[in-house]
């Protein structure tokens, strides 16, 4: 693409786009939870609150999500042996999910729309604290998986939402993606980006980032206005213009 970009759901000058993937391109973050209640029950014993899994641990990754079940149910010390448990827990948890995903990507059909008419008109990048293989086999049996020029997952990351790392290492993925008039163009700016996402974690992650963010799907209301724009759900209808 060449020239200003494009308007997004009112955000003009849109140069490139990252999407969250739980809950934004999939509509799986209930699955999410059913999975975690479970895997939490069978090696914790504990019960997972649904409202807790949604205000507090929805949009963050995998390692901060046990961490924090870890740290307010386990009397065990942090060392070895939590860290132990705590990968047992990880790798049970994305296990069970393929399984439940394998044969019926969850992938919302507003979602993967809009991916297909942004796809080639600007860069696109998936940025997610999942891991890659749950990603890449979900947008690979939707058909998706070709329209990404970039996949950030919670492997490639030190620090995962609400800082920034994974949407400014996105950004530097995309922007060896952003042709010019000229061919080699300046790299792209936050500003140029949009990010799409459903959480708080993920929406303060965007805008630490010094990107613009529509928030849809949102699991929790909170938070929310700190998007630059809300909508109530994905689809080609938020691509104006030419």
Do not use: W
């Not at 530097?172 to 936050?190: K, V």
Request: net charge negative; charged share 25%; aromatic share 4%.
């Amino acid at each position: 693409m060449t020239g200003p970009g494009l308007t997004i759901a009112g955000l003009p000058g849109v140069r490139a786009a990252i999407f969250d993937f739980n809950g934004t391109i999939t509509d799986d973050e209930t699955l999410q939870y059913e999975v975690y209640a479970e895997i939490l029950a069978e090696h914790l014993g504990v019960v997972l609150e649904r409202d807790t899994y949604f205000t507090d641990l929805a949009g963050r990754s995998d390692p901060a999500i046990v961490t924090a079940v870890l740290e307010r149910c386990d009397p065990a010390p942090a060392g070895p042996a939590r860290d132990a448990l705590a990968a047992r827990i990880i790798e049970a948890r994305v296990r069970r999910y393929a399984e439940r995903v394998r044969d019926a990507p969850p992938v919302r059909p507003g979602a993967a729309a809009l991916i297909r008419a942004l796809a080639g008109r600007v860069p696109l990048a998936v940025g997610t604290g999942a891991f890659r293989a749950e990603v890449d086999l979900v947008l690979s049996a939707a058909g998706l998986a070709g329209a990404f020029d970039a996949i950030v997952t919670v492997e490639d990351v030190r620090a995962g939402k609400p800082d920034p790392e994974t949407f400014l290492r996105a950004l530097d993925l995309l922007s060896r993606q952003a042709p010019t008039p000229s061919g080699r163009g300046p790299a792209l700016r936050p500003a140029d980006v949009v990010v799409f996402e459903d959480s708080p974690f993920g929406i303060e992650a965007a805008r630490a980032a010094g990107m613009r963010c529509v928030a849809a799907h949102l699991t929790s209301e909170a938070g929310a206005e700190a998007a630059g724009a809300v909508v109530g759900a994905l689809g080609p209808e938020l691509l104006a213009g030419p």
